[in-house]
């Protein structure tokens, strides 16, 4: 039987959310992964360092107690936000990154920003004291079509900033494109880029498979194949500025399935078995521990993990469970359309 043994994997991006989902959601991330960076965008948002600090007691109260797991915590970047507050929250621990989200590019993104110019002194105090930014990369002009957002913010907004701020800790979140991939390739060691599983798994062609499926729908929107092979030939590589961010984010299905659907992918209960069948296809299952375990630990200036885990391929495909239920209501576990052979050696089960 084929297997093998991996540092525990980070989780570089998670949307938690709060209450009944969050009791449901947390335990699926901290069975598999040691940390994991928690997005901010709550209703209302986290915008405080001791909003921060309450959010993670939640997340800590409902992790299962035999699963050792470390929440870093994040702020919601707004035009109103504090320099000096920021900067003593992250200094004395509170918070380890801030998030930008363009106003209106995503779910809960109403509070974000609208002008970048209005935020540069509170990142140039982010350069000063060494805090990570961690960007939604799309713009929201409704002029730009949607499949092309990520280029135009990359080109009109991330640009204006690293060339400003080179000395900024940047990670372009959950990219889609090639031309993400270049850029990111191609920019200073202080840029990094995550990608999720649903980007290396699916092209936009999964959103319409014989019908509209509401549960393919995410932000950044899936996109051509071309950019799906560039995606994994970046996070395949090795090289150290791609790293896993599953941007997992549970909506109910009467929410997704709806008039006018959320988006998001509740992707974290198969993440470890669907990418090591995405690397091992690609002949490149000993680059998955840089991807999933130690690439995004490289870019924080983190330590790795002590603790490892194992992946064993199996001689059956995996049966996937469709759903994790929240009281009357479900959410639908994210499943690629191909067959995963891998699955992980849980000790925690
Ligand atoms: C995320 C959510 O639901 O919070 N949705 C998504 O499609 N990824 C927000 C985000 O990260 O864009
Ligand atoms: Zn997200």
Redesign the pocket.
Known sequence: MEEIEIIKPDDW?V?FRDNEIMQAVVPETTRHFARAIV?P?LIPPILNGKQAIQYKERIKNATPKNHKFEPLMTLYLTEETNKTALKQAYIKGDVFAVKL?PAG?????DSGVKDIKKIMPVLETMAEVGMPLLI?GEVTDKDVDIFDREKVFIDQKLDFICNKLPELKITL??ITTSESVSYVREANKNLGASITPHHLSLNRNAIFFGGIRPHN????ILKREVHRKSLIEAATSGNPKFFLGT?T???LTIDKESDCG????FNTTYCLPILAQIFDNEKSINKLEDFVSKNGARHYNLIFNKETIKLIKLDNKLIFKNYIGIKKEKIKIFQPNFSIFWTVADKLL
Do not use: F
């Not at 729908?217 to 950044?220: D, E, G, M």
């Not at 959320?262 to 992918?265: E, H, I, P, W």
């Open positions: 991006h949307h997005m965008n989200y590019a995503t779910t809960n993104s939604h979140e959950h729908y995410c932000l950044p941007d984010a549970p909506h959320c988006a998001g992918v």
